[in-house]
């Protein structure tokens, strides 16, 4: 049988392509994926051959993953469609969010605005200009009551991203579910909590590494017995991709921080089983529909191995990766900005062919600002018709067993494999990171994608391309962010006089000792929150016993 | 201007909280391979910072890259204190994302481009140049 492939394919090649492509001689010299990857004129057997299906593929829910994590995937649930949203005020934000509700949307997702990502209050110097610009602005558990109100914790979960002050917004959300009623065991999210893609790629740090991964390990301990439902770290690639990452370097580094993580729980003392089954990814879906889904499924593939082999995980669920996905903000162009509608849809594709488990789809016009309420809402459109009107969601990964995948998913997995040895080489990815080798590398793919561009080796519609008179832009949400500011500070003004002063800084003393010390810092955050202290003097507290990080910058 | 060997000085900053610097980073690598010399600022950068990096490298150009939607008050606060240096001779270029309605304000007090998403760095560099001619 193999043989008379082979024959056929030499007759093919030498006979029938070799004339054809005398009549139509290649569009370009040489094809490549969004990451710069050659891709042949056409796989076929010979491309995964001795191809083990049990151990390549094997069945949804069963090692490696490779088709899925649930037997059931899709057909039994879909994926949740988990759009993220937040400006201005808690009072916009909450109102924004229950506009999403109704419309069908099965999960919350908070974007926090810079100087609470930077863990400043509202009247820190450095706020000025920034406060509910490109997400809304939380000093004080105060704000985190009005963001939730009238949505019942018990019954939606909840995203946040947030990652150098993940420990005090995780703390406040646990608080307001308690006011709601909802103990700590029923409340289910995520926060985002990955310190390690921020030294990487999006630079929101605040302190150095090691006590950044002390806080870290410690809410790991912290919520595997009191908060058992909550996503305690979502390891992003998604930054690492918009820094100008290519595919599977996203997919390395994603990979190699989770292995930090899974040895920094180890090395506090944890078992694998313990933690590993709350940790989930955060992936980029791009524009190159198969090499995205053959990096969701290689993904799975690498860390089930990992959790297995090299960490000794027992429990099925810690070999499984659960991820979430959102389209491409950098793929977005500000020209012709329908276009990206399309974009986003091909991406979406991509995410649920690939597997995910929540999806974020992007607005149409957030390469100009925050997105409008209309264009929200098509995003979110496009999520249900894929799911409703599409089929793709009929059967398990419609794609497995595609020669041009399965080749695909072999060879991002063995390159993701060369970068991850790499990286333990160096000593783990804390190491890479100090000697700046992440950062590096994707300064140098992004710099390589702009010239190809700019080359027009690669083709953007609307960018190098297919280029119209502009229409006016369209009205975008505008936030005054001094309006926005003076509003925050009036009503943390109003709180610092009204709450219980000495409170707060018994409260605050209390966590500087437990810094100092090796206690876990979560019950002391939680008390400090539910005292009123702001999220502003926890994270001075804080910033004044661990110090601050300072970068290597490279260009 | 005091430019060593003619070559063109530029700063690259990136004020605001905002930790964005792919635009920053990529920009700074094209003008450097024009032939520019390149200081970049690193992050976090308040507008006191970036003017007197800018007056202490006695920079022709300051590059602004600004995502995260203050450059209404970024910008004019760094005019301000350039003009309270006497650095009103340097060449002041922005981009990232800004509205294209709040361009004309920015020109308006003495932005000279804004270079919006999708831009080639060709043309950033064609326009430094072209601006910096005789000087």
Redesign the interface.
């Known amino acids: 049988m193999n043989d008379r492939i082979k024959s056929e394919q030499q007759r093919w090649k030498n006979k029938i392509a070799s004339s054809a492509v005398k009549r139509h001689p290649k569009r370009k010299e040489m094809f490549t994926t969004v990451s710069g990857k050659p891709i042949k004129n056409l796989y076929t057997p010979a491309d995964v051959p001795d191809f083990d299906y049990l151990t390549k593929l094997s069945f949804p829910g069963m090692y490696p993953f490779t088709r899925g994590i649930q037997a059931t995937m899709y057909r039994g649930r879909l994926w949740t469609m988990r759009q993220f949203s937040g400006f201005a005020t808690a009072e916009e934000s909450n109102r924004r969010y229950r506009l999403l509700l109704e419309r069908g949307q099965t999960g919350l997702s908070v974007a926090f605005d810079l100087p609470t990502l930077m863990g400043y209050d509202s009247d820190h110097p450095l706020a000025m200009g920034e406060v509910g610009k490109c997400g809304v602005a939380v000093d004080t558990i105060q704000d985190m009551e009005t963001l939730f109100n009238g949505i019942p914790l018990d019954k939606v979960t909840t995203s946040m991203t947030i990652n150098a002050p993940a420990a005090i917004l995780l703390a406040m959300y646990i608080a307001v579910a308690e006011k709601q009623g909802v103990k700590p065991d029923q409340i289910g999210g995520t926060v985002q909590n990955d310190i390690l893609k921020e030294y990487i790629a999006q630079k929101e740090w605040i302190f150095p590494p090691q006590p950044s991964m002390r806080i870290i390990t410690d809410m790991l301990a912290y919520c595997s017995r009191e908060v058992p439902l909550w996503n305690t770290i979502s390891i992003s690639g998604y930054h690492i991709r918009e820094a100008g990452s290519t595919a599977v370097q996203e997919l390395s580094f994603t990979l190699a921080d989770g292995i930090a993580y899974a040895q920094a729980g180890i090395d506090a003392g944890l078992e694998i089983d313990e933690f590993a089954p709350r940790l989930s990814f955060f992936f980029n879906s791009h524009n190159d529909l198969f090499e995205e889904v053959a990096k969701f499924r290689a993904a799975r593939r690498i860390w089930a191995k990992l959790m297995k082999e090299r960490f000794k995980a027992k429990q099925e669920r810690s070999w499984w990766l659960r991820f979430h996905t959102q389209t491409a903000g950098c793929s977005l162009t500000a020209q012709q900005i329908e276009n990206n509608i399309v974009r986003v849809t091909i991406q979406a594709l991509a995410a649920i062919l690939g597997g995910t488990q929540s999806l974020h789809t992007n607005s149409k016009d957030e390469a100009l600002a925050v997105p409008a309420e209309e264009a929200a809402t098509t995003a979110l459109r496009t999520q249900q018709i894929l799911a409703y009107e599409s089929g793709v969601a009929n059967t398990i990964d419609p794609l497995g067993g595609s020669y041009f995948i399965e080749k695909l998913t072999n060879e991002v997995e063995e390159e993701a494999w060369d970068y991850i040895n790499k990286i333990d080489e160096m000593g783990g990815m804390i190491a890479a990171i100090e000697r700046g080798f992440p950062q590096k590398e994707i300064m140098e793919a992004a710099y390589r994608y702009q010239q190809a561009i700019e080359k027009k080796e690669k083709i953007i519609v609307g960018i190098n391309e297919f280029l119209m008179e502009e229409e006016e832009q369209p009205p975008f949400l505008m936030i005054d962010s001094e309006v926005e500011r003076a509003k925050q500070i009036k009503k943390l003004q109003a709180l610092r006089q009204q709450r219980n002063s000495a409170k707060v800084e018994e409260c605050l003393k209390r966590l500087r000792i437990a810094a100092r010390g090796k206690d876990n810092l979560m019950p002391f955050i939680l008390e400090s929150v539910k005292a009123y202290a702001s999220l502003g003097e926890i994270i001075d507290v804080l910033r004044e016993e661990f110090g601050e990080y300072q970068e290597p910058s490279v260009f | 201007m005091s430019s060593t060997k003619g070559k063109i000085r530029v700063l690259i900053a990136k004020p605001?909280?905002?930790?964005?610097?792919?635009g920053?980073?990529?920009i700074?690598?094209?003008f450097?391979d024009a032939g520019m010399e390149?200081i970049?600022t690193?992050?976090?950068q308040?507008p006191e910072q970036i003017v007197t990096a800018a007056v202490q490298e006695d920079v022709d150009v300051i590059g602004i890259s600004i995502l995260?939607?203050?450059h209404?008050?970024?910008f004019p606060r760094i005019i301000e204190l350039l003009k309270e240096q006497g650095a009103t001779d340097m060449l002041i270029i922005g981009g990232g994302?800004i509205?294209?309605?709040d361009i004309p304000k920015l020109k308006q007090i003495g932005v000279a481009e804004i270079f919006?998403?999708?831009t080639?760095?060709?043309k950033a560099i064609e326009f430094v140049k072209q601006r910096l001619q005789g000087k």
């Open positions: 605001g909280l905002d930790g964005h610097d792919r920053a980073k990529v700074a690598r094209a450097r390149v970049y690193g992050l976090r308040t995260s939607g203050a209404l008050y970024i994302i509205p294209e309605i919006t998403p999708g080639h760095t060709t």
